[in-house]
């Protein structure tokens, strides 16, 4: 089975423009999260999505935003970048919303570099 | 709201030395406990988890950790370390309230296995 895919791999944008960055989950899971990786902050929760509805989310601004579609695969999009904005992006799915079982499997990241 | 503490932020051992991290956490119901290991230049990569039952669990490449309700931890152990064991380890917790698959993430754990 295909892990969870992350495109593009590495982003460079300058403050002030928007970027979009994509996840395909494993084959079969419906939910997808999104991370935020810095030195400074660690692994910070985004938001989740279940069955397009986002079901979670973080202490983020409102520049920050998602959406899932019909087959799962979900997108998150930074608006009006900041330079603090960059960070590695993770995006993990998982086969349950929730339960008792509900591991999460994570992508290679997207690393992003606000100039 | 749930929150993740890891005590050792760097770690150097030798080979074959024992390892324990420590990771406790702040919430009062039921939980689900993971450890995330993430080597260099590749992506988190799950070690082992705790959903229910006996609170030893044994992990990939010879880990284990131990579910501690009355003390909050769930500490993780190797009885002796490789080189290949350099990596940075992440404790997480998810909690059980039909939240969805919101992980809180410790600080993360810097080892460095010396020849």
């Known amino acids: 089975k295909a892990g969870v895919t992350q495109t593009p791999r590495y982003l460079i944008k300058t403050r002030g423009q928007q970027v979009t960055l994509s996840c395909s989950p494993i084959?079969?899971?419906?939910?997808v999260s999104w991370y935020q990786q810095t030195p400074g902050q660690g692994l910070q929760f985004l938001f989740e999505?279940?069955?397009?509805?986002?079901?979670n989310k973080g202490n983020f601004p409102g520049r920050f935003s998602g959406r899932q579609f019909s087959n799962s695969r979900s997108e998150m999009n930074v608006s009006t970048l900041e330079l603090g904005d960059s960070a590695l992006y993770l995006c993990?799915?998982?086969?349950?919303?929730?339960?008792?079982?509900?591991?999460?499997?994570f992508g290679p990241g997207t690393r992003l570099t606000v100039l | 709201a749930q929150s993740v503490s890891q005590h050792n932020h760097h770690v150097i051992l030798s080979e074959a030395a024992s390892l324990e991290l420590g990771c406790n956490y702040s919430?009062?119901?039921?939980?689900?406990l993971f450890w995330y290991v993430q080597y260099p230049g590749q992506h988190l990569q799950l070690l082992l988890k705790?959903?229910?039952?006996?609170?030893l669990v044994k992990g990939i490449k010879g880990f284990e950790a131990e579910f501690i309700k009355s003390k909050f931890s769930f500490n993780l152990r190797k009885p002796s370390v490789q080189w290949s064991d350099t990596a940075e380890y992440f404790c997480a917790v998810s909690i059980l309230t039909g939240g969805g698959n919101k992980l809180t993430f410790g600080t993360g754990t810097q080892l460095k296995v010396e020849l």
């Open positions: 919430y009062g119901g039921t939980v689900n």
């Open positions: 999505y279940f069955s397009e509805t986002q079901r």
């Open positions: 705790y959903f229910s039952g006996d609170p």
């Open positions: 084959s079969g899971h419906r939910s």
């Open positions: 993990a799915s998982s086969f349950t919303v929730s339960g008792s079982y509900n591991e999460q499997f």
